[in-house]
């Protein structure tokens, strides 16, 4: 089992930035991939941005050049940095953590953080 607590978002205006936490615990080594997605309201749950335990990262078009993903190994928590965030950026923010195939590869999800841009 592995549980995600996420914090960091809030209100910001257009051009802002925000960075969003998100710790696990549990059995966090045997994650694999963690990541964002976001869910805006009458929209369905689209990724922002993944980071493999190696490294590899993987990001949405809307938010390349924008938003940085990084992930700290020993406290077992992925960050997004958000920069030059846009109104269209305004959504529930949920972290992802997917288990190594090893261990079964489930799929866990944090409570959602609110994150809203202002014009």
């Known amino acids: 089992q592995v549980k995600l607590v996420e914090s960091g978002g809030g209100l910001v205006q257009a051009g802002g930035s925000l960075r969003l936490s998100c710790a696990a615990s549990?059995?966090?080594?045997?994650?694999?991939?963690m990541g964002w997605y976001r869910q805006a309201p009458g929209k369905q749950r689209d990724l922002v941005a993944t980071?493999?335990?190696?490294?590899?990262?993987n990001y949405a078009d809307s938010v390349k050049g924008r938003f940085t993903i990084s992930r700290d190994s020993a406290k077992n928590t992925v960050y997004l940095q958000m920069n030059s965030l846009k109104p269209e950026d305004t959504a529930v923010y949920y972290c992802?953590?997917?288990?190594?195939?090893?261990?079964?590869?489930?799929?866990?999800w944090g409570q959602g953080t609110q994150v809203t841009v202002s014009s």
């Open positions: 992802n953590a997917q288990l190594s195939a090893f261990f079964g590869g489930n799929v866990y």
């Open positions: 549990g059995s966090s080594f045997t994650i694999n991939t």
């Open positions: 980071i493999t335990r190696s490294g590899t990262t």
